[in-house]
Nanobody, 119 residues
Framework: QVQLVESGGGLVQAGSSLRLSCTSS????????MGWYRQAPGKQRELVAA???????NYADSVKGRMTISRDNAKNTLYLQMNSLKPEDTAVYYC?????????????WGQGTQVTVSS
């Protein structure tokens, strides 16, 4: 059963922006650590950004200054604002929710949304 649903991916040119969204009807985002991961072809899934229940955020070095993770508790929606996109950002992006006591990389996952950045 899919508990997280991502949207907002697409095909864009380098330098463009996209905003990804993640929603759920069964998981309360504000009490969980929420994260965006991505997986490019032939590569391992990697953490892009995460936000804790307290609002603390962390980012992969490769996206710092270009991407912003945020959460709307009223809408129970997680966002990833992606600016100045590069071809190397091309990947399937996944939303993740986990309790603080759950290991990083575990928890609930969405089915992913494809982001393709052309040069």
């Amino acid at each position: 059963q899919v508990q997280l649903v991502e949207s907002g991916g697409g095909l864009v040119q380098a330098g463009s922006s996209l905003r990804l969204s993640c929603t759920s009807s069964t998981i309360t985002f504000r009490i969980n650590v929420m994260g965006w991961y991505r997986q490019a072809p032939g590569k391992q899934r990697e953490l892009v950004a995460a936000i804790t229940s307290g609002g603390s955020t962390n980012y992969a070095d490769s996206v710092k200054g270009r991407m912003t993770i945020s959460r709307d508790n009223a809408k129970n929606t997680l966002y990833l604002q992606m600016n100045s996109l590069k071809p190397e950002d091309t990947a399937v992006y996944y939303c993740n929710a986990r309790a603080l006591s759950t290991a990083i990389g575990a928890g609930s996952w969405g089915q992913g949304t494809q982001v393709t950045v052309s040069s």
